[in-house]
T-cell receptor
Framework: SQQGEEDPQALSIQEGENATMNCSYKTSINNLQWYRQNSGRGLVHLILIRSNEREKHSGRLRVTLDTSKKSSSLLITASRAADTASYFCATGDGGATNKLIFGTGTLLAVQP | GAVVSQHPSWVICKSGTSVKIECRSLDFQATTMFWYRQFPKQSLMLMATSNEGSKATYEQGVEKDKFLINHASLTLSTLTVTSAHPEDSSFYIC??????????FGPGTRLTVL
């Protein structure tokens, strides 16, 4: 079963613009992770944020987490055509296996 | 980051045959691996959690006799789709869990059942 939803479902922007994707989830979590997937490929881990953290940065990526609203956002600044991909959030329960449940994903298209 | 490989990358088989997919963690040991399936333009659906040396834990609705999982070593898990049918055609992706709770994903295996 899927934990939550992401919006928008699809997003098209121009190179250089910022892209923001949102993720909502339903249950308590230990951590939330963002992944990207190029068409027909495996997933690449982008960033992990734990439930006691509110914001995290990695290069051009900024992730926020609001556990009271059960939501997270991923901001990609100064986007590039190479950022074109699907982006998924996934929540981890932090249990023995930290099973991940994925959101519905956002398809980002960055036009050159 | 850590590397996870899958073999084969793609496979086409006839209905009724069984297909084995391998997932290997190349530069770290993984006591836990996961198997997902993904339909076109959809998200990943967790099928099962593969634990080294013990039985896999299957998600609700996933037939354990249909999708056999074996995690014989700390670097290898296999998924066997038994008596495959066209509706089993999908993209199967494995991941291996690191000690930091991050999962590293394989490149996926595209299965087409004719």
């Amino acid at each position: 079963s899927q934990q939550g939803e992401e919006d928008p479902q699809a997003l098209s922007i121009q190179e250089g613009e910022n892209a923001t994707m949102n993720c909502s989830y339903k249950t308590s979590i230990n951590n939330l992770q963002w992944y990207r997937q190029n068409s027909g490929r495996g997933l690449v881990h982008l960033i992990l944020i734990r439930s006691n953290e509110r914001e995290k940065h990695s290069g051009r990526l900024r992730v926020t987490l609001d556990t009271s609203k059960k939501s997270s956002s991923l901001l990609i600044t100064a986007s590039r055509a190479a950022d074109t991909a699907s982006y998924f959030c996934a929540t981890g329960d932090g249990g023995a296996t930290n099973k991940l449940i994925f959101g519905t994903g956002t398809l980002l298209a960055v036009q050159p | 980051g850590a590397v996870v490989s899958q073999h084969p990358s793609w496979v086409i088989c006839k209905s009724g045959t069984s297909v084995k997919i391998e997932c290997r963690s190349l530069d770290f040991q993984a006591t836990t691996m996961f198997w997902y399936r993904q339909f076109p333009k959809q998200s990943l659906m967790l099928m099962a959690t593969s634990n080294e040396g013990s039985k896999a834990t299957y998600e609700q609705g996933v037939e354990k006799d249909k999708f056999l999982i074996n995690h014989a070593s700390l670097t290898l898990s296999t998924l066997t789709v038994t008596s495959a049918h066209p509706e089993d055609s999908s993209f199967y992706i494995c991941s291996a869990r690191s000690v930091a709770d991050t999962q590293y994903f394989g490149p996926g295996t595209r299965l087409t059942v004719l």
